[in-house]
């Protein structure tokens, strides 16, 4: 009688097991999302893994035969320092450029609604097209060879001076000027980005606190350091954070300007 009794004892549920069958809705909605994480996105990245440690030439696993050689390669320490480089130029440039543009967006003027509509525009291009805007910019034949030129002539005007202009092909000139170009081609795609988020922390800043520092007898200049800035240190953060992950994975730019 027991051991009848003991099998006709409904089985005890795993904890788990109950969780599925309390949010099965919900369990079959998110399940194709994980699926699809799951086969086109971890998996790959697992089997990449597995890859770079199987040797090359005799399949061995595991095997350090790949990073010894890329670690080695004078090529990619140099791509190295350079991205590094380019990264720092770029979050330098869209940062100080990128709150001066949000500071002249937030003052009230005739026509601000379009101007700031027409500062979204590069968002909106894609990042070949941009590459090729900077080429029409920075090429030998390009519009910034020719401000240059027109300037030199102005220059040789004064006595004294004679500045013998020769056109330089920025983007394939090497060193510290074509990585400053593409750190300006990855900043023109980016700016709006980082000018919304400056502008939506702007916006935050209470009127009363400028108010006080009106009547404490504040500069402007003194508004923008002990006031403006510090309240807009979380934002500058975010933007930092978001634009450092993104500009260590700039490829098209540097690609279409050389």
């Known amino acids: 009688m027991a051991v009848a009794a003991e099998s006709v004892r409904p089985r005890r549920r795993t904890p788990l097991a109950t969780w599925v069958r309390r949010h099965r809705f919900e369990v079959a909605l998110v399940a194709p999302l994980v699926l699809y994480m799951v086969v086109l996105t971890i ?16 399949l061995a696993f595991p095997s350090l035969a ?16 350079n991205t590094i480089v380019v990264a720092l130029l770029s979050l330098t440039l869209e940062m100080s450029i990128g709150l001066g543009v949000a500071l002249a967006l937030h003052v009230r003027f005739r026509g601000r609604g379009f101007v700031r509509t027409v500062s979204l525009i590069p968002i909106g291009v894609p990042t070949i ?19 240059l030129f027109e300037f030199s002539k102005l220059v040789n005007l004064i006595p004294g001076i004679e500045w013998n202009f020769q ?28 000018t919304l988020i400056f502008l939506a922390g702007l916006q935050a800043i209470p009127d ?34 978001l634009r450092a992950i993104d500009a260590f994975r700039i490829f098209e ?6």
């Open 66 to 81: 790949s990073y010894t050689f890329v670690f080695g390669n004078e090529i990619f320490q140099q791509a190295v320092v």
């Open 253 to 258: 730019p540097a690609l279409v300007l050389s």
């Open 129 to 147: 097209v941009s590459g090729a805007v900077m080429l029409l910019l920075f090429s030998r034949s390009g519009y910034i060879n020719s401000l």
């Open 43 to 58: 998996a790959p990245i697992v089997d990449t893994v597995r890859i770079s440690f199987t040797a090359a030439r005799d």
């Open 167 to 194: 056109n330089i092909g920025w983007t394939v000139a090497g060193g510290f000027r074509t990585l400053l170009v593409v750190a300006i081609a990855d900043m023109w795609k980016v700016l709006p980005v980082v």
């Open 208 to 241: 009363e606190v400028y108010e006080a520092a009106d009547v404490d007898g504040a500069t402007k200049w003194q508004r923008f350091w002990r006031v403006t800035l510090p309240l807009l240190v979380p934002y500058v953060t975010m933007a930092l954070i």
